[in-house]
């Protein structure tokens, strides 16, 4: 087995896409090994490798690690993404579990039954321009500096960067009246590891297309 941390999922973004942002923007090479089928997740499930029955699951340090958040918390802190002290790391977390109420909205909108996706389309852009971008329009004017908290990169930034350009996929024009948050991914995107992945060809994965949502619902469902 190599030193690299290897990530069980489907080849999609789902859960595991923040997951893939934070390794790729610690400069972490990792593997994958993607369900193709049910039988796939199944085997995971019988021999034990899921603490709860689900994925993502992350194979890191001799560790197979399940649960978004505990696996995010894991990877900040090894690789100096989750701040300098207590009170720095109290801040990442507050704005990351917001951030990760509008993933939740962003994320689920593919599977929206069609009588249902309008309405959760107009919800998700309202959320997203009236509570969530105008928030961290002001965490980074009232904080002055180039990153979220302190003066250096962690996770909030990196997956503030991943929100922001999700919900320009769905609404091209979604930071036009916030400038700071512009100039934030501008600066984000040309951190090297992270141009990296931004580049064609690199782990990060596409929006969800009608092939790869029936696919995962028949792993899944």
């Given at each position: 087995?190599?030193?690299?941390?290897?990530l069980?999922y489907?080849n999609?973004?789902?859960?595991?896409?923040?997951?893939?942002?934070l390794?790729?923007?610690?400069?972490v090479?990792?593997e994958?090994?993607?369900l193709e089928k049910?039988?796939?997740?199944t085997?995971?499930?019988?021999?034990g490798?899921?603490?709860?029955q689900?994925?993502p699951?992350?194979?890191?340090?001799g560790?197979?690690?399940?649960q978004t958040?505990a696996?995010?918390?894991?990877?900040a802190?090894?690789y100096?993404?989750?701040?300098?002290?207590?009170?720095e790391?109290?801040l990442?977390?507050?704005?990351?579990e917001?951030?990760?109420?509008?993933n939740?909205?962003?994320m689920?909108?593919e599977i929206q039954p069609?009588?249902k996706?309008?309405q959760?389309?107009a919800n998700?852009?309202d959320k997203?321009e009236?509570r969530y971008?105008p928030?961290?329009?002001?965490?980074?004017?009232?904080h002055g500096k180039d990153?979220?908290?302190?003066?250096?990169?962690s996770r909030?930034d990196?997956q503030?960067?991943e929100i922001l350009?999700?919900a320009e996929?769905?609404?091209p024009?979604?930071l036009?009246?916030?400038p700071?948050l512009?100039s934030?991914?501008a600066?984000l995107?040309?951190?090297p590891?992270?141009?990296?992945f931004?580049?064609?060809?690199?782990?990060?994965?596409?929006?969800?297309?009608e092939d790869?949502?029936?696919?995962?619902m028949?792993?899944?469902?």
């Amino acid at each position: 087995m190599s030193g690299k941390p290897r990530l069980h999922y489907f080849n999609g973004r789902g859960r595991m896409e923040s997951i893939r942002w934070l390794l790729a923007a610690a400069g972490v090479e990792f593997e994958e090994s993607y369900l193709e089928k049910k039988e796939d997740l199944t085997k995971l499930q019988k021999d034990g490798s899921l603490l709860f029955q689900q994925v993502p699951m992350v194979e890191i340090d001799g560790m197979k690690l399940v649960q978004t958040r505990a696996i995010c918390n894991y990877i900040a802190t090894k690789y100096s993404l989750y701040g300098k002290d207590l009170k720095e790391r109290a801040l990442i977390d507050m704005y990351v579990e917001g951030m990760f109420d509008l993933n939740e909205l962003l994320m689920t909108y593919e599977i929206q039954p069609a009588e249902k996706k309008e309405q959760h389309f107009a919800n998700m852009m309202d959320k997203a321009e009236n509570r969530y971008f105008p928030v961290f329009e002001k965490v980074l004017k009232d904080h002055g500096k180039d990153f979220l908290v302190g003066n250096q990169l962690s996770r909030a930034d990196v997956q503030l960067l991943e929100i922001l350009l999700m919900a320009e996929e769905f609404k091209p024009d979604i930071l036009a009246k916030f400038p700071l948050l512009q100039s934030f991914k501008a600066r984000l995107s040309n951190i090297p590891t992270i141009k990296k992945f931004l580049q064609p060809g690199s782990q990060r994965k596409p929006p969800s297309d009608e092939d790869i949502i029936d696919k995962t619902m028949k792993i899944f469902y």
